[in-house]
């Protein structure tokens, strides 16, 4: 799978401790990407990722964190 022109071919998914378990919440993340951080749905493993600069993804998770989103 490339994303963004980042081959996620061999990424190591996690999910997110913010992730609650629920059918809804699944989110899975790929470390070991300097510079950005591959985001994928869990329940779609072989569907698309989104590959989010690092600091737009923390600038995101601010805005999440504030109750903007």
């Known amino acids: 799978m490339r994303?963004?022109?980042?081959?996620?071919s061999t990424a190591?998914?996690?999910?997110s401790s913010y992730s609650d378990g629920g059918?809804?919440?699944c989110v899975e993340i790929a470390?070991?990407?300097?510079?950005?951080?591959p985001?994928?749905?869990s329940k779609q493993p072989a569907?698309?990722?989104?590959v989010f600069p690092a600091r737009?993804?923390?600038r995101f998770i601010a805005h999440v964190q504030a109750g903007r989103l």
């Open 3 to 8: 994303s963004a022109g980042v081959d996620l």
């Open 12 to 15: 190591v998914w996690r999910k």
């Open 23 to 25: 059918v809804n919440n």
């Open 31 to 37: 470390d070991g990407y300097p510079g950005v951080l």
């Open 39 to 41: 985001v994928r749905d």
């Open 47 to 50: 569907g698309p990722a989104i």
């Open 56 to 58: 737009g993804w923390s």
